[in-house]
């Protein structure tokens, strides 16, 4: 009988857990589920936090009940290390050895490397940040505001929506306000394709938002934004994403990695660790750091891991890189971008009024279906 952990319970360890789980029915082999939080939150709602639209009560589900409810043992710790030799997590409720182990810490939000975020900075990649963010919208009188993400961060789509949004916010309160976007792209969401570029340009244009890239930031002050150029940007309000690197937890498992990501094959066993699978933001992938790819990479390592333990010779299933993403515009309005980033399997980009039904309805089954849950977490694919 195997002892599998799976690290962390976000959309990629979560779905990691289901799938196994469904995989290994009839089986010994044992699962736990280790995380910091017991809630989980569905992140793609937090704009909608920030903005008023939802509380964060709405987005969220409790993970105990959903484990008990699938016979999946769930430990809420923080794990301190992990030791690859020993093959053991460090928690502080004492070590907890495995046998196979899948991480999926997500993102670690790199404050220290950009003086003056976190003091003067807002975002919106935790409740607490969507609620500090709400706040600072109550006291917003109007004035420059500076949106987008710093170097390192692997997750554009949000800063897009909060660019969208503060622009109605102003137009509603009658504000004088003005968007300064920032990020440093070579252009507009160049990982969504020349036509997202073009067709994001066009709207920023139509509601007064002016990028400035592709540029990063250096510092941020009360009362503006420099840049590594030596611009300054005057700023009352600044949202900007902070640069993302590998969670501590999983330094000793990095080697040489600059940002701690977890190096894997494409089908998701770590290079240096082979009883080690990696799925979602953990991942030294290139490209867009999504729930959508993390569920795709989860169910791989998912796969792979139960092909593993139960000997049964078949080959490995290979994961292909792609970006899915709606992009909610406003008014009714929104974007889909599907894009395959390794092939040329998927090249969608459609505009029109159901994409943010579809994005509303996504979230609200994730939250709220407990079937959904124990049938994989199949619908985004
Ligand atoms: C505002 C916003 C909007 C977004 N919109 C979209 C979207 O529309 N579509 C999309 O596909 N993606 C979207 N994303 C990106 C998506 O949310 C992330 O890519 C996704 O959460 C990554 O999943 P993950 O499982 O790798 O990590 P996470 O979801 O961050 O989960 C990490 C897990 O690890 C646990 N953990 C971390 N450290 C420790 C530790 N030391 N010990 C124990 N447990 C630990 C956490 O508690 C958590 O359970 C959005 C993100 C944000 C912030």
């Known amino acids: 009988m195997a002892h599998i952990v799976i690290a962390g319970s976000g959309f990629a360890g979560l779905t990691a857990a289901m799938k196994l789980k469904r995989q290994l029915r009839h089986t010994e082999h044992h699962i736990t589920v280790v995380a910091r939080d017991a809630i989980f939150v569905y992140r793609p709602s937090l704009v909608l936090v920030a903005f008023g639209k939802k509380s964060p009560q709405s987005i969220t589900f409790d993970l105990r009940t959903i484990y008990r409810r699938t016979r999946i043992q769930f430990v809420e710790a923080t794990i301190s290390s992990i ?211 993390a569920m795709l990479q989860a169910e791989t390592a998912a796969y792979n891991l139960s092909q593993d333990v139960l000997e049964s010779g078949k080959p490995h299933r290979l994961y292909d890189h792609e970006m899915s993403c709606v992009l909610d515009l406003g008014m009714g309005e929104g974007l889909f971008v599907r894009r395959s980033l390794w092939s040329q399997d998927h090249q969608e980009f459609k505009v029109g009024r159901q994409w943010p039904l579809a994005k509303a309805a996504l979230a609200y089954t994730f939250v709220h279906t407990p079937v959904f849950k124990k049938w994989g977490l199949s619908m985004p694919k």
Not at 172 to 184: M, R, Y
Not at 213 to 239: F, H, M, Y
Not at 274 to 284: E, K, N, T
Request: proline fraction near 9%.
């Open 83 to 293: 030791d690859p030799e020993a093959k053991t997590l460090m928690t502080p409720e004492g070590p907890l050895p495995y046998d196979k182990l899948i991480v999926a810490l997500g993102e670690k939000l790199a404050y220290e490397e950009v003086p003056g975020m976190r003091e003067y900075g807002y975002n919106v990649c935790t409740p607490e940040g969507a609620l500090a963010l709400k706040d600072a919208l109550g006291r917003y009188q109007g004035g420059p505001a500076v949106v987008g993400w710093a170097q390192n961060v692997q997750t554009g789509g949000p800063a897009f929506e909060v660019a969208l949004e503060l622009e109605e916010w102003i137009k509603q309160h009658k504000l004088n306000g003005t968007i300064e976007f920032v990020d440093p792209l070579p252009s507009l969401w160049a990982p969504a394709g020349p036509e997202a570029t073009e067709f994001l340009t066009k709207i920023f244009a139509e509601r007064h938002i002016s990028r400035r890239g592709p540029v990063q930031i250096k510092e941020v002050k009360a009362d503006r934004v420099i840049l590594t150029n030596g611009d300054e940007l005057p700023s009352v309000l600044t949202v900007v994403t902070p640069p993302f690197r590998g969670e501590d937890a999983q330094k000793s498992l990095a080697g040489n990695n600059p940002r701690d990501w977890l190096e894997t094959g494409k089908d998701m066993q770590s290079v240096r660790y082979p009883d080690i699978y990696v799925a979602g933001s953990s991942v030294a992938f290139e490209g867009p750091k999504q729930g959508h790819t």
